[in-house]
């Protein structure tokens, strides 16, 4: 019998970098097993106009029991577990295609906002006993990245009831560090292990844990 499938979504680098950590992670967790579960992976294009349309083939046909949305929030300190995804396009800088839309919706008529569907305090609990820094975030932004988190809930949404869709921020890798003085970074391999973590500790937890994890600013 074929195991059942999570699959990642990655991005590939932006704003002059030439990595991205989440593009990293994705290409070592393609086709490996977490928790009797097959990892896949979509790589995404850093662009506004062209993430719809790969993400509704990949979502087509509702095989996925998880779907996690990873990306690069450059200078955030911890793995950040996102919670809430907005229906706005309000671009800081442009975007890999050159495009720099403003105060947008993502999907016009759509709901304000979506949240995230994974249990993301059991998440972090598992990464924060594992030695990883981790946080709860309430905004994923309003750039490429909170665009994907919304689509993925949207989709999801509309035709495969009972799949789990969420978006994590990752921190800098630090050779990406290296060049932002003062900036706060994660090695690799953490990063790839919050990750693993992440999607067993989602697999394991149907019903998220009532713990303290919110935030006053
Ligand atoms: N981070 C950007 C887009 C791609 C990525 O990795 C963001 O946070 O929107």
């Known amino acids: 019998m074929n195991a059942p499938r999570v699959l990642i979504t990655a991005f590939e680098a932006f704003e002059g970098e030439t990595l991205n950590p989440s593009l990293e992670i994705a290409l ?10 097959r990892v ?19 979502l087509l046909a509702c095989e996925f029991a ?18 809430v995804a907005i229906n706005l396009i309000d671009a ?20 304000a906002a979506y949240f995230s569907t994974l249990p993301v305090k059991a998440m972090r609990q598992a990464l924060v006993a594992a030695g990883i ?8 932004g309003s750039y490429v990245c909170n665009q994907v988190f919304y689509l993925l809930l ?4 509309l035709r495969c009831s009972g799949a789990r869709a969420g978006f994590i921020h990752l921190p800098y890798l630090p050779a990406q560090a290296a060049a932002h003085p003062g900036a706060a970074s994660m090695a690799l391999d953490t990063q790839v292990a919050a990750i693993e973590r992440a999607i067993a ?6 019903d998220d844990l009532q713990l303290v994890g919110g935030s006053t600013h």
Request: no cysteine; proline share 8%; glycine share 10%.
């Open 66 to 83: 998880l779907v996690i949305g990873l990306g690069l929030a450059g200078g955030r300190s911890s793995v950040s577990l996102e919670r």
């Open 92 to 111: 800081r800088i442009a975007d890999n295609r050159g495009a720099q839309p403003i105060d947008q919706a993502i999907v016009p008529d759509g709901p």
């Open 154 to 157: 949207h989709e999801l949404g």
């Open 40 to 58: 896949e992976i979509e790589i995404l294009p850093v662009a506004f106009a062209d993430t719809h349309e790969p993400l509704r083939r990949r």
């Open 133 to 140: 820094p981790a946080q709860i975030s309430f905004s994923a």
């Open 201 to 206: 500790a989602a697999l394991a937890t149907p």
């Open 28 to 37: 070592r967790l393609d086709q490996q097993m977490i928790a009797g579960h």
